[in-house]
């Protein structure tokens, strides 16, 4: 979703990001983002139809940023392709963590962004994803099938769906507000998730 460049559209861009990581987007102003913008009513409707035009534009500039933000991590790190499927997670959540303590206001904001899960423009903006990040993920759970990294008699499909359903409802599982800013207590609980999607409850060890 590109805009044309204008006069004070950073300052625009954000001003929406400060309002709406701090506000569910219902209760987000648009007035508030445009007075502290410093721009007239009539520039922010030249290029953005409404609130929700702004909101998404801002939702795909920062997965832009963060999908080259990961794609200069991992084509850097040499040893990404020998990994298993669960120490592949790790590195990515790693990666994942380092670009919110570079961004720290789109970690807030994608914080807020999965509070809205069960509103419309929640599903709006899932929408724009283009499937290169679904066919990534579904590559590396097929090449750990191939390599036998499952148990037997476990469909793929229902593996793709356990594991999404819980990266997805990492915030509730935790139990995170959007004000929790603690990375580091994010990547210890990141660890435990993932241990637990390869280890389970059971008291199988380690190899």
Do not use: C, W
């Amino acid at each position: 979703m590109k805009v044309k460049s204008f006069d004070r559209k950073k300052e625009l861009m954000e001003a929406a990001l400060d309002e709406f990581s701090q506000k569910s987007y219902e209760d987000a102003s648009l007035n508030n983002i445009i007075k502290n913008a410093g721009i007239s009513k009539g520039t922010f409707y030249y290029h953005f139809q409404d609130k929700k035009a702004l909101y998404l534009s801002l939702i795909q500039a920062i997965v832009d940023t963060k999908i080259s933000f990961m794609e200069t991590k991992l084509k850097d790190y040499a040893g990404s392709s020998d990994l298993n499927l669960f120490d592949h997670f790790r590195m990515q959540v790693k990666f994942g963590l380092e670009f919110g303590k570079n961004y720290p206001e789109y970690y807030l904001l994608s914080m807020m962004f999965l509070k809205e899960k069960g509103n419309p423009i929640y599903y709006e903006a899932m929408a724009m994803r283009d499937d290169t990040s679904e066919k990534y993920y579904d590559e590396l759970l097929e090449k750990a099938m191939e390599r036998g990294e499952f148990r037997d008699g476990v469909s793929l499909p229902f593996i793709k769906s356990v594991l999404g359903h819980l990266f997805i409802r990492f915030n509730e599982i935790f139990d995170l507000k959007a004000a929790d800013f603690d990375l580091d207590g994010m990547l210890r609980n990141y660890e435990d998730l993932i241990d637990f999607m390869q280890y389970g409850l059971t008291r199988e060890q380690r190899s």
